[in-house]
Structures are given as C-alpha cells and as structure tokens.
C-alpha cells in the first residue's frame, strides 16, 4: 500500500499551564491534541471540524512544524518529519503551505502583492528573479486575480482579493498539502462562494490536497471528501462527508449539525444542546462529552469511549455504538 | 416615496428616509440613503445585508451615534412612540439611550470593560437612569444574571470578565443591555465571535426574553441562519438603501429581489449539496462611488438600461412584502423622467 500523503499517528500536544510569570510552577496541562490520528491522501480534503478551542489550530500548527507534538508521529509520504534531513524538511515547509483566516493581518502591509506572493519562493532559494516574477504572475492568474496587482499593496484590496492573494502564496511554491484555517470565516456570503469555488476549482487543476478546518458545518460538507469531528482535543467521529453529514452518530456530531441547520419561524428549536466546552486543563471523566449529552448513560462518566471502525470508512467514540 | 414597511402592529419605531452621508477627502459617501422601515411592539426586525452596506450606521443612526465629524444624519426621522428623536436635545437623547432603546454592539467581548466586576457592569445602567433605590440594585443585578442563565449569579457578582466564558460573557452583555427595562434592543452582530452551538443557545435565550419582557428588536447581521432563529421580518439593505422587505417565510420561499435571490444561494447550505455555489461575481461598491440607477446592476444578471439610469421605484407585493426592483415595477414608464424613455 502506498503512503498516504500526510499521516498524524497517535499524536498529542500537551502545553504547559504555569502559575505567576517569575517562578513559573507548572500547575498542570492544557491537553490541546490528545491522541490524534487521521491521514490525508493526494487531491483529497480532510475537513476539522468542532467547537472553538477544541485543539483544531494546534493540530493544523504541527502540521506547518509551527508546534512540535509532545507524543506521536506525523509522517508525509510515509516518512516520520522527526527524522527527515535539513533538505527533506526544506521541500516539506516548501510543499505544505497555509491560508488563515484572517487575510488582513497574514499578509505583510509594508510588502507589495508581488513580494508577498513570491517570498516563499525566495525563503526556499535558488529561483533568479526573472523567474519569481513569471511564477507570481501565473499564480496570480491562477487565482482570478490581474497580474499587474503584484505592484500593488495589500490595503488597496478587498478581503476577497486579500484572501485570493494569501491563496496565489501558498500556491506559488508548486505546494501539494495546503492548511486552510477558517479561509472563509471573515469574508462576507457573495464573497465566500466565490472563494469555494476556486478552492474547489485549483484542487481540481493541481491535484492539490486540504486540511480545511472550519467551524461552519455548511463550507465543511461542500470542500471535504471525509471530515473529523473534535472535541476537547479528540476526534470523536470521522467518515466520508456524505455519510457523516447526512447520519450522523456521535451525539455531538449532532448536536453539532443541529446548531447549524436553520430553523424555520415558528417552529419549536428544541435541537440547543446545553452548556459548554469544559475546561480543557481539566476534562470530565469517561466520555468528555458525558455533561453536555443528553444520552449520557452512567458508564459514560467512567469509562471513555475509543474511537472504532463502526463501519466502512466510518469511526465513532461513543459507547451507543 | 413609498415607504417599505407594511408592519402588522403598531409601530413602535419608525424610521423615515433616513440618510447618514460621510463627508471625507474622496468625497460623500451615502452610507444610509433614504432608509425607511418600522418595528412594531414585541416585533423582531432583522436587518440582513453584506458588510459595509450601512446596517451599523443605519443603527448607530437611531441612537444618534454616528461617529463624528466625518459622518452626519442629513435628513429623515426617527420616530420613537411617534416623537422624532433627530430633534431631541443631547440630555434628552441621554434618557432615551439604555433606558428606551438599547443596543447590544458588534464584537460584544470587547463591550466589557476587563477592571470592573460583572456586578457593577450590570448595574451600571440602574445606576445611570436611577431605575432602582441603591439598596435594591444587587438583587436587580442577581435577578438580571439568572434571566440570562447565569448559575448562581449571586456568588458570581464580585468576578471580573476573564473569570467568564466567551458565551457567559455575551450573555452578561445582554443582561446590561436590558437592565434598564428597555422597549427596544438594537443587537448588531451579537453572535458572529461564538460557536454555533453558543450561539443557538443565545438565540433562543434572547427570543425568551423578547417574550418575558415585550421588547421589541432589530437584528443586524449577515447571516441567514441566525436571522431565520430570531427575526419575523427582514429589510434587506444594498448599498445604504432598504431594496426589500419580507417576512422570513417568504424570504426563504420567494424573494422578489435579484440580490436576495443571489445572496440566499451563495449561502452555503447543510441540508443539501451542489456541486458549485451559484456565486455573485464582483464586490458590493463602495459608498463613495455609487454608480447610477440601482446599485445592484452591475452585478445583477437581470440588468436592463433602466436600471442603470434610474433607481427602481418601491413597488408593493402582497402584505408585508416590497421591493425596489425594475423586473417588479408596476409602470416602470411612470417613474422615469421625460425624455429619457425608452421601449425595451
Ligand atoms: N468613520 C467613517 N468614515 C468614512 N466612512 C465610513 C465611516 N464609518 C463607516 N463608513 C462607511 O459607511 C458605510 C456603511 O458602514 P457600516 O459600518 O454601517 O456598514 P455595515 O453594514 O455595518 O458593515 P460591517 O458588517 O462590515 O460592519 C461603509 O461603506 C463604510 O465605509
Ligand atoms: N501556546 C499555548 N499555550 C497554552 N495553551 C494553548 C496554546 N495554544 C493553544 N492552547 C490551548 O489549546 C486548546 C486548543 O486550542 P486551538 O487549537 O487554538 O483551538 P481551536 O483552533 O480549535 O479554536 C485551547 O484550550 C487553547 O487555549
Ligand atoms: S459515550 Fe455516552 S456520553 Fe459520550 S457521547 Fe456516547 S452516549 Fe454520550
Ligand atoms: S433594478 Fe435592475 S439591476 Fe437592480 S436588481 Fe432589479 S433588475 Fe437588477
Ligand atoms: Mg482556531
Ligand atoms: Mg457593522
């Protein structure tokens, strides 16, 4: 069987907790990941999805090597990043590149759009100008936008261009995994269907794979081929998009979909589920969801629940399954 | 002209071609352009438009904090119980504000101040508006807490806002927002920084209130989702003009307007699957360079040369529903000038 072109094994990444800044006791851990697993094949989207501070931007921070896991193993094409040599990890941080939310501020305001979009390339070595120059303009025009904005400065765009830009970026390196985190979340509906679509369209031309976490349900079922749920730094359910979207099973998956679904006027919203994320330094018990669920059965408070192949292509962490 | 708004109860606030321009160096930018629009008693009024199409002027604009000296109302009225509050003195306006009409702001986390109690940030408007003796403020402010489901509130007044969650911190925001007992709550964006799980929660905590204490609100958002949660009706706002008016029904089941029509499918829905976003190519203009005719033409599908020339009349649907449209005009020949006329 050929590697999966990005594999997370069993990885955690615990951050320390510290009381008083000067003498600095550690008071406990943050269990931001805790016990990961997912792979991410060539040309396909993996979704992330779950409530906020779940541990989804960690996990997308060790991918880019911004985090180092505190246990486990990530692998890109079969081979541990802990074990791959200076250049290895030089075409790594090449080939895996991000999108974050928020355009504005992830992109240089004292650099022009050619810069910006062509710094990897410089950060990577070995391209002569000329060719920066050529390589930016056809990424440029990858992502809809005109050329002749590389002389421009971020601040004359709007925030749909801004993210275009961010996108010719992550781009322009010939990348194959790129890191969507919330790519959509500030921009307004027209907008965001505009950027959909040509993630949809460049994954198609590219073969590009994504790691698209977003808390909108909706961008999620449409840009994945399979989805994870997280929950307090675990995933508690992953299948196909399709499956897992349309019958859902963990509880919190859900509740999750639930929240999201509009409700009409006039009919009774009875699908809230109550409370909220506990605190992740201190995790409830057996089953983390166990206080927000309203299946919760008295096993659930001690024991928790391992994730398991309930069906093909699909794993629940719940005891109901 | 026309007003938009068909609102079944008696309204409470009436709005009436308000218009709030910004005078800048690259010239004037009609943020609100002859808004018109009513809310009734215990209505909710939602206000659904993309950014930077004037739906915080538009209610910055009620309570007369339109920031200055760039920005200024230039005309219309804003009738609270009928009295025009464009024309209140500023200590007059000062009893409106909190005690009549209050408004719960974009990016509410921030609204709290970190270095006073929750307690004392609930009160502060009891205290502002002397709606209760001193000694009665603490009960007030506990009764206040568990309205918004805050558990044992009592034993939570001395805690600073870090001690509280993002949804228990919205939730201490609504609560000062109504201590005062107001008869209108203007909530721009409230729930755009939380989980959707939050923020279903909120919604419906929000509606409960709405009901226990007869208020009355306008919702300001871009998002379909949460409007369909609270609102019965709906304007939808263009370029700092009002361009239809529905009730929530009918704006999922037939909108009239090409840009409510184009907004409802760009959203990306969870109950179903296309295979590409019908997408609205282009960007909403800016307000300082507004073209001609209606604002929505050069992005709209159904342009005609009318539309470029002229802003569509209002035209009235059925009860309740209005557009500012050229496909929908009666006579669209009544409404254009003489001499530019022009069979299609
Ligand atoms: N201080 C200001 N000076 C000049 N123009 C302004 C100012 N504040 C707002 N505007 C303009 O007024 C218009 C309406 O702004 P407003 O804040 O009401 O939009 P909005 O619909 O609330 O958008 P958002 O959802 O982004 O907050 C915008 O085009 C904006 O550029
Ligand atoms: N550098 C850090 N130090 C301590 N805690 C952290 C750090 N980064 C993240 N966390 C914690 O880890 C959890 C998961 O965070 P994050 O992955 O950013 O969540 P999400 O992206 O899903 O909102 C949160 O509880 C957060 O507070
Ligand atoms: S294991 Fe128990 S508490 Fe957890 S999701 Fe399943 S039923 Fe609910
Ligand atoms: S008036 Fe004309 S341009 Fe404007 S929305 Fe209607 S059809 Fe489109
Ligand atoms: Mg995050
Ligand atoms: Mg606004």
Redesign the interface.
């Given at each position: 069987m050929t590697p999966s072109l990005l594999e997370a094994r069993n990885v955690r990444k615990h951050f320390p907790v510290t009381k008083g800044l000067i003498l600095g006791g550690n008071v406990g851990w943050v269990r931001a990941v805790d016990d990961v697993s997912f792979r991410i094949d060539a040309g396909e989207t993996l979704g992330l999805v779950g409530?906020?501070g779940c541990g989804k931007s960690t996990t997308a921070r060790l991918v880019l090597l911004l985090e180092q896991p505190s246990d486990g193993q990530i692998l890109y094409e079969g081979v541990n990043l802990k074990e791959m040599s200076g250049d290895d990890l030089r075409r790594y941080r090449g080939t895996v590149q991000a999108v974050f939310q928020d355009p504005q501020s992830s992109l240089n305001p004292r650099m022009r759009v050619g810069g910006i979009v062509g710094e990897p390339l410089e950060v990577n070595g070995g391209f002569p100008r000329g060719e920066v120059r050529e390589r930016v303009a056809e990424v440029l025009h990858n992502v809809n936008l005109d050329p002749a904005f590389a002389t421009l400065y971020p601040h004359e765009f709007?925030?749909?261009q801004r993210q275009r830009i961010a996108l010719a970026r992550a781009l322009v390196t010939h990348s194959r995994l790129i890191v969507l985190d919330e790519p959509v979340a500030s921009l307004?509906?027209?907008?965001?269907?505009?950027i959909?679509?040509l993630l949809?369209d460049l994954q198609d031309e590219h073969g590009l794979s994504y790691l698209l976490i977003t808390?909108?349900?909706?961008?999620s079922?449409?840009l994945s081929h399979r989805v994870a749920v997280m929950y307090l730094g675990r995933i508690v359910e992953e299948g196909t998009a399709?499956t897992l979207?349309a019958e859902p099973l963990h509880p919190y998956t859900k509740?999750?979909?639930?929240?999201?679904?509009?409700?009409?006027?006039g009919t009774p919203?009875d699908?809230?589920?109550?409370g909220?994320?506990p605190n992740p330094m201190n995790p409830p018990s057996g089953c983390r969801f166990h206080p927000r669920c309203p299946l919760a059965m008295a096993r659930c408070a001690e024991e928790e629940p391992v994730l398991q192949e309930v069906a093909p292509e699909r794993r629940v962490a719940c005891h109901l399954f | 002209m026309d007003t938009l708004a068909n609102a079944p109860r008696a309204p409470l606030l009436e709005v009436k071609d308000l218009r709030t321009y910004f005078f800048t160096r690259w010239g004037t930018g009609k943020a609100v352009d002859g808004v018109s629009f009513s809310l009734g008693e215990s209505e909710s009024l939602g206000l659904l438009g993309?950014?930077g199409c004037g739906k915080s002027m538009t209610s910055l604009s009620i309570l007369r904090l339109v920031p200055r000296p760039a920005g200024r109302i230039v005309g219309g009225q804003v009738l609270f119980r009928g009295r025009d509050l464009l024309r209140l003195s500023e200590e007059e306006m000062r009893q409106v504000r909190g005690r009549q009409i209050a408004m719960i702001l974009q990016d509410p986390l921030s609204t709290l101040n970190p270095v006073f109690t929750i307690g004392d940030q609930v009160a502060e408007p009891l205290r502002v508006h002397r709606i209760v003796p001193r000694s009665g403020v603490r009960e007030r402010v506990a009764k206040l807490l568990s309205l918004v489901r805050i558990p044992a509130p009592e034993s939570r007044l001395k805690d600073y806002p870090h001690q509280f969650?993002?949804?228990?911190r919205q939730r201490v925001v609504g609560a000062t927002a109504i201590s005062a007992g107001p008869k209108v709550l203007i909530a721009d964006e409230p729930t755009t920084s939380l989980?959707?799980?939050?923020?279903?929660?909120y919604l419906?905590l929000l509606k409960e209130i709405q009901r226990e204490s007869n208020l009355s609100i306008l919702y300001i958002t871009?998002d379909?989702?949460t409007l369909?949660?609270i609102?019965?009706r709906v304007a939808v706002m263009y370029a700092g003009k009002i361009v239809e008016q529905l009730?929530?029904?009918a704006l999922?089941e037939r909108p009239a307007h090409p840009y409510t029509e184009?907004?409802l499918q760009?959203?990306?829905?969870?109950?179903r699957?296309?295979h590409?976003?019908?997408?609205?190519?282009g960007?909403?203009p800016l307000v300082h360079a507004l073209p001609p005719g209606c604002a929505f033409a050069p992005r709209c599908p159904r342009a005609q040369d009318i539309c470029r020339r002229e802003f569509p009349p209002v035209t009235k649907l059925d009860d309740g529903h209005s557009v500012a449209c050229w496909l929908h005009a009666k006579d669209p020949h009544d409404s254009v000038p003489a001499g530019s006329q022009e069979r299609p």
């Open positions: 409530e906020s709007s925030g749909g307004d509906a027209s907008i965001r269907s505009q959909i679509n949809k808390h909108d349900l909706a961008v079922r449409h399709d979207y509740a999750l979909i639930a929240a999201a679904l509009p409700v009409r006027a919203d699908t809230v589920v109550a909220e994320v | 993309e950014s969650s993002g949804g228990m989980d959707v799980t939050i923020q279903a929660q419906r871009h379909l989702g369909a949660r609102c019965d009730t929530v029904e999922f184009a907004l760009s959203v990306p829905r969870m109950d699957k296309v590409r976003f019908p997408s609205i190519e960007s909403p």
